[in-house]
């Protein structure tokens, strides 16, 4: 079960770090369709959520690495927080793709 946990999160980091340099990829290629967004109003109760997300996915992507993934249920807690954060980054992809086209 530790080894089915440790792969598990260790291939979904990386397609999550693959999916955030294919963003910064196409943020950069259709640099000109973004212009018209404008500037990100930064309201500062709506954004607690993404950043514990966030800093939350650091702390166990570092825990997990300092204890080489060899415990299950950080490597667990890594898996269900990954995937939140991929679903929160195609929540984001949606909205803008929606004000762009």
Request: glycine share 2%; proline share 2%.
């Amino acid at each position: 079960m530790k080894m089915n946990s440790a792969l598990i999160a260790k291939l979904l980091v990386r397609v999550f770090f693959l999916l955030i340099i294919l963003a910064f990829a196409a943020a950069i290629h259709y640099q000109d369709n973004l212009k018209h967004l404008g500037s990100i109003r930064l309201d500062q109760w709506p954004l607690i959520f993404p950043i514990l997300l966030i800093l939350g996915f650091i702390t166990l992507l570092v825990l997990c690495t300092i204890k080489k993934y060899r415990e299950a249920d950080l490597n667990w807690l890594l898996i269900v927080n990954t995937v939140m954060l991929m679903i929160y980054g195609m929540a984001i992809f949606m909205r803008i793709a929606q004000s762009v086209v």
